[in-house]
């Protein structure tokens, strides 16, 4: 079935332009994520059309719990019960605004959205499947009748991609330098292990507050975010042509492409805090591509508030800015007032994103070097 997902995962036929596959956005060879700095990728039948978000990288959701709005930490002593409505964020989900709870409804969004591979309608897509060279082998995993119902046929399809997200280990190999670290395989290097007391430290860069760089209560490897969801206020990108209209305004989890949450205007304005596994290959930060180096995408942390020049919130309707993170470190700063990191800060933070890269290779010989 993983086999039957991989083939399905890189076949272009599916598409409106015959040019466009899942892999064409979430490149293997970029952590499958995008695989240049566009801000959005195009798409549509002649790719002439633009997506409104930047490409999410589809690693390390083997994990991804279903969306909900719950305790802040389910898990701790004294958190407050479902319900309760005290202390409840929303959480888990996949797309910048969790609109999909599984890898198989991820799957489906692309493939009819017409911004993207515009697959068409069900009905289409079915049709194409059943003339795909691998057609036999959906035959052969769900039964003869697996084309009686487009709609079948499709989810069996699209259930077989998830089963090759899930289990090709390249989708979450956990293989960087900061998991051999862990284990005890690997030593970070000054600037490294710098930059990670200041990743963790709450007084300092505060990364770890939202992207989690410990192991699990069960021992599993860190995700290196938190599932939750934020209000950042990044500025606004031109780069985007939906945002050539003044009057339009991407808003995550209020829309416009999710939709059920849409009245909940406290939401405004939030997305999904991703992992920060192999950040560092990344040319495209943040939902809207607005940053194209990891180094810029920092520096707007440290910058955001204390920095005039640095356009603030203009992403997003006054009437929602109130949204936006103002109180956790290292937010909060006046305008003006010292960064909460030195440029030499910011490189050893840097230098510790990096060891989140896989394909470490903890007893490999240096260049030039002897065994």
């Not at 995962?9 to 970029?30: E, I, V």
């Not at 942390?301 to 009437?319: G, H, S």
Request: aromatic share 8%; net charge negative; hydrophobic share 35%.
């Amino acid at each position: 079935m993983a086999q039957l997902g991989r083939r399905i995962f890189y076949d272009r036929a599916l598409s409106s332009s015959g040019r466009l596959s899942c892999a064409d956005c979430h490149s293997p060879a970029h952590a499958y994520g995008p695989p240049g700095d566009l801000a959005v990728m195009a798409g549509g039948p002649a790719l002439t059309r633009h997506g409104l978000r930047a490409v999410p990288s589809l690693m390390y959701l083997e994990r991804q719990p279903p969306f909900s709005i719950g305790p802040d930490d389910p898990e701790a002593e004294g958190a407050a019960p479902a319900g309760s409505g005290t202390n409840l964020v929303p959480q888990g989900g996949l797309f910048w605004d969790g609109r999909a709870d599984t890898l198989q409804g991820q799957a489906l969004g692309p493939l009819l959205n017409p911004l993207e591979m515009d697959g068409g309608s069900v009905a289409t897509v079915a049709r194409k499947l059943r003339r795909a060279a691998y057609a036999p082998l959906l035959v052969q995993l769900f039964g003869g009748s697996v084309f009686a119902r487009p709609d079948a046929a499709v989810a069996e399809a699209l259930s077989a991609v998830a089963r090759f997200e899930f289990e090709d280990p390249s989708f979450h190999p956990y293989t960087s330098k900061y998991d051999f670290w862990l284990e005890g395989k690997a030593r970070l290097s000054a600037a490294e292990e710098r930059g990670r007391r200041l990743f963790d430290d709450p007084h300092g860069a505060n990364c770890a507050a939202c992207h989690l760089d410990r192991p699990s209560a069960d021992g599993l490897p860190p995700l290196f975010t938190d599932h939750q969801y934020e209000a950042l206020g990044v500025p606004r990108n031109p780069a985007i042509p939906a945002n050539h209209d003044p009057r339009y305004f991407d808003l995550g989890l209020c829309g416009p492409q999710r939709t059920d949450l849409r009245d909940q205007t406290r939401y405004c304005g939030m997305f999904a805090t991703p992992t920060l596994r192999n950040v560092a290959t990344r040319s495209v930060f943040f939902h809207n591509g607005v940053y194209h180096t990891l180094a810029d995408a920092l520096d707007f942390y440290v910058r955001r508030d204390r920095d005039p020049a640095l356009r603030r919130f203009d992403d997003l309707p006054a009437a929602d800015r109130a949204n936006v993170d103002t109180v956790d470190a290292p937010f909060g700063r006046l305008p003006g007032a010292a960064p909460v990191l030195t440029p030499a800060q910011e490189r050893d933070v840097l230098a510790f994103l990096g060891t989140l890269t896989d394909g470490y290779r903890p007893n490999a010989v240096p260049p030039g070097g002897s065994p």
